[in-house]
T-cell receptor, first 114, second 117 residues
Framework: KAGVTQTPRYLIKTRGQQVTLSCSPI?????VSWYQQTPGQGLQFLFE???????NKGNFPGRFSGRQFSNSRSEMNVSTLELGDSALYLC?????????????FGSGTRLTVV | AQTVTQSQPEMSVQEAETVTLSCTYD???????LFWYKQPPSRQMILVIR??????QNATENRFSVNFQKAAKSFSLKISDSQLGDAAMYFC??????????????FGKGITLSVRP
């Protein structure tokens, strides 16, 4: 069974550019969440999508956005990149239905902004 | 808002010995879920163990077990017979029940565990 796939693994961008990261969840998982991991702030929740709808959003500026497609694949976009956006971006998917299904994470995309 | 605290930034254990990683949390909710995740250098977060707050019995997964003290809001992870492959960063995480709108994971800062051969 394939896990959560995130692409690309590494990315280097210049300040002011925009970037799109992709996440393919485990087959059958309809919920996809995104997290930002930095040494200073740790793991912070960005947003969660379920059935193409954003269900929950973390405390990030509007430059951070995302979407989910009908096949549950998700993308997140960061516009007007800043140096502080350099981080590991993790995607997680989970089954839904009322049970305590744990999240399964991908290996992340390492974004470096120069 | 819920908070998760891991006060020990680093710990070290001898191979084959037992180590306990501490975690406390703060919440006003009565029902919630708690998790321990492991993040090795490969970066992928791996679920180690999970606990439902309504269950009094402590969760166990092979060499991993938890000591869940709901009144004290404490959720520690015990690793028995430590192996070299256990070396990683460990995160404690909290999640509200799925019926709530807030289904995100709230993580602690993590603890780096090293295993001495």
């Amino acid at each position: 069974k394939a896990g959560v796939t995130q692409t690309p693994r590494y990315l280097i961008k210049t300040r002011g550019q925009q970037v799109t990261l992709s996440c393919s969840p485990i087959s059958g998982h309809r919920s996809v969440s995104w997290y930002q991991q930095t040494p200073g702030q740790g793991l912070q929740f960005l947003f969660e999508y379920f059935s193409e709808t954003q269900r929950n959003k973390g405390n990030f500026p509007g430059r951070f956005s995302g979407r989910q497609f009908s096949n549950s694949r998700s993308e997140m976009n960061v516009s007007t990149l800043e140096l502080g956006d350099s981080a590991l971006y993790l995607c997680a998917s989970r089954r839904t239905g009322g049970e305590n299904y744990g999240y399964t994470f991908g290996s992340g995309t390492r974004l470096t902004v120069v | 808002a819920q908070t998760v605290t891991q006060s020990q930034p680093e710990m070290s254990v001898q191979e084959a010995e037992t180590v306990t990683l501490s975690c406390t949390y703060d919440t006003s909710e009565s029902d919630y879920y708690l998790f321990w995740y492991k993040q090795p250098p490969s970066r992928q977060m791996i679920l180690v163990i999970r606990q439902e707050a309504y269950k009094q019995q402590n969760a166990t997964e092979n060499r991993f077990s938890v000591n869940f003290q709901k009144a004290a809001k404490s959720f520690s992870l015990k690793i028995s017979d430590s192996q070299l492959g256990d070396a990683a960063m460990y995160f404690c995480a909290y999640r509200s029940p799925p019926t709530g709108a807030n289904s995100k994971l709230t993580f602690g800062k993590g603890i780096t565990l090293s295993v001495r051969p």
